[in-house]
């Protein structure tokens, strides 16, 4: 293949990659506004290097024309979650979407590696619009806890340390670590729910004081400065008590306070119309 061709080649996979990172990015946030338990951790995606893609063609024997279709990995995203419970979230979610096609999924929990790997893989096919049209193009989603991706990890750089032979004393560590893993994916699935209560309220208590700053940063502009800073000491008062209850109530009360304040500003611009009628 004619060298300058590469980069043309995988600049759609680049554009794969940097559109589903951003909308598993919006997924995140999506839950988060809605106070909702969020299964997705963090995401990260790459496009393979041109010498990790030459290196599998030469390994799977793949003649040059195929690469495309048989190099499933060339745009990856790796999303990462806390509990093992998370991945069949994540894996149903993204089953739903209409804007990725399953072709494909290789559950390595169920069925760890050898190596002690643990993953659930999906290829999915994607369309991204570019200047000479729509292109269809695979993408390997890796969903894992941060505990696999710890291993993965860390198993990968021995991997590329030892050229893919691993000695023996450092397999033997490995596959113990691996089943280390397996017990603290455990652990923390049994202590699930607490996590997960605890992480509520906290980003309930951040929405709620989002909201709040934002309600009285808006009566600034409806009523007069004194009666604000009132509103805003009361505020500090409560956020300084911590109590989570009276946080919502006061976010209530304040949602009312500026819908009178509001009203009361309609009624005087009708005023004001009147008398230039
Ligand atoms: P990189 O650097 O992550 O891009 P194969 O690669 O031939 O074993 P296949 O059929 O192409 O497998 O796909 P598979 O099994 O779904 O694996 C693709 C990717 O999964 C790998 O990409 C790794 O990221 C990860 N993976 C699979 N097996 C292991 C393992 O034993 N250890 C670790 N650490 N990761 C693994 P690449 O191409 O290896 O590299």
Not at 38 to 61: F, Y
């Amino acid at each position: 293949m004619d060298i300058r061709l590469w980069h043309q080649i995988l600049s759609p996979y680049e554009q794969a990659v940097d559109e589903l990172m951003m909308k598993f990015r919006y997924m995140k946030r999506e839950y988060q506004e809605r106070g909702q338990y969020c299964p997705i951790e963090h995401v990260i995606g790459r496009v393979k290097s041109i010498s990790s893609i030459m290196e599998k063609m030469q390994k799977k024997n793949v003649p040059e024309e195929r690469m495309e279709e048989e190099i499933e990995d060339i745009a990856g995203i790796r999303i990462i979650c806390q509990f093992v419970e998370d991945i069949s979230r994540i894996a149903d979610e993204i089953g739903r979407r209409s804007d990725l096609e399953v072709l494909e999924i290789k559950d390595y929990i169920r069925n760890q590696k050898d190596s002690g790997y643990r993953s659930y893989h999906l290829v999915v096919r994607y369309s991204v619009e570019t200047i000479d049209g729509r292109k269809d193009i695979n993408v390997e989603i890796q969903i894992r806890t941060m505990a696999m991706d710890f291993w993965a990890t860390v198993e990968h750089s021995l991997q590329y340390k030892y050229k893919g032979r691993i000695p023996e004393r450092v397999s033997s560590r490995l596959s113990k670590a691996a089943n280390a893993i397996i017990s603290l994916d455990d652990e923390m699935s049994s202590v699930r729910e607490d996590i997960m209560d605890a992480q509520l309220s906290s980003q309930l208590r951040y929405n709620l004081i989002e909201d709040i700053v934002g309600s009285i940063e808006n009566l600034y502009r409806m009523a007069s400065r004194r009666e604000v800073e009132k509103i805003q000491e009361e505020f500090y008062r409560i956020y300084q008590q911590g109590n989570i209850e009276d946080l919502k109530q006061y976010h209530d009360q304040l949602d009312l306070i500026a819908q009178a304040y509001k009203a009361q500003k309609n009624r005087q611009g009708d005023g004001i119309k009147q008398v230039a009628e």
